[in-house]
T-cell receptor, first 114, second 113 residues
C-alpha cells in the first residue's frame, strides 16, 4: 500500500511559466516532507523540505505548500527553466529523525520546453 | 566539503566476483544510508548506520554486506550477486541539525553479468 502518491507520471510546462507538482499521502503522522530532483543515472538532489507544522516553505524559485487536512502537498517552481526538466520525487520522513527511511512517491517527470 | 561521494561510478561484475562500493562524506553527518534504485522506480532503503552502528537492515540478502569503518566512510561489499541485482546504488547521509533531510551521492551503476 503506497503511503506517498504522485498520481501524475508526467507534466509538460513552457519556459517561464509555473510548474506545479502534486503529492498525496495517507499517514497523518508523517513529520517532514521533502522534494528531490533526479536526472537520469544520477543520485536525487535535495530541493526543499517542510515540517508538518508549517503550511509553506520557500527557497528561491521553489515553494512547497502543505495542506494537512487534505493530506496533500505541492511543489511550485516559478519561473520554470529548461534545466528543471527531470524526475521529481516527493518523500516523507515519518519520524523526522536521522536513521529513518524516507518513503518516496513514484515520481513525476517534468519537461520544460523553451 | 558539502557532498557525498561514491566510487566507482560504474561497475560491471560477474556472478562469482567479489567487489565493494564506497561512500564518503566529510560533513560530520552521523547517519548514513544505502539505497537501491531500479529504473523508473523510487529509491528503496537497504541499510542504515547511525553513529557507526547498523540500525536498520531492510531484509536484504546476505550477498550484500555493509560496513561502516568510521563516521565518514560507508562500504557495501558484494558477493555472488544475481543479474536482478543490477541497479543504481545510492548512498545518503543526514546532517545533525536537520536529521530529517537526507543528501544523496551520485550513485554507482552496477551491472551483474
Amino acid at each position: 500500500d503506497q503511503q506517498v502518491k504522485q498520481n501524475s507520471p508526467s507534466l509538460s510546462v513552457q519556459e517561464g511559466r509555473i510548474s506545479i507538482l502534486n503529492c498525496d499521502y495517507t499517514n497523518s503522522m508523517f513529520d517532514y516532507f521533502l522534494w528531490y530532483k533526479k536526472y537520469p543515472a544520477e543520485g536525487p538532489t535535495f530541493l526543499i523540505s517542510i515540517s508538518s507544522i508549517k503550511d509553506k516553505n520557500e527557497d528561491g524559485r521553489f515553494t512547497v505548500f502543505l495542506n494537512k487536512s487534505a493530506k496533500h502537498l505541492s511543489l511550485h517552481i516559478v519561473p520554470s527553466q529548461p534545466g528543471d526538466s527531470a524526475v521529481y520525487f516527493c518523500a516523507a520522513n515519518p519520524w523526522g529523525q536521522a536513521g529513518t527511511a524516507l518513503i518516496f512517491g513514484k515520481g513525476t517527470t517534468l519537461s520544460v520546453s523553451s | 566539503d558539502t557532498e557525498v561521494t561514491q566510487t566507482p561510478k560504474h561497475l560491471v561484475m560477474g556472478m562469482t566476483n567479489k567487489k565493494s562500493l564506497k561512500c564518503e562524506q566529510h560533513m560530520g553527518h552521523r547517519a548514513m544510508y544505502w539505497y537501491k534504485q531500479k529504473a523508473k522506480k523510487p529509491p528503496e532503503l537497504m541499510f542504515v548506520y547511525s553513529y557507526e552502528k547498523l540500525s536498520i537492515n531492510e531484509s536484504v540478502p546476505s550477498r550484500f554486506s555493509p560496513e561502516c569503518p568510521n563516521s565518514s566512510l560507508l562500504n557495501l561489499h558484494l558477493h555472488a550477486l544475481q543479474p536482478e541485482d543490477s541497479a543504481l546504488y545510492l548512498c545518503a547521509s543526514s546532517p545533525r541539525d536537520r536529521e530529517y533531510e537526507q543528501y544523496f551521492g551520485p550513485g554507482t551503476r552496477l551491472t551483474v553479468t
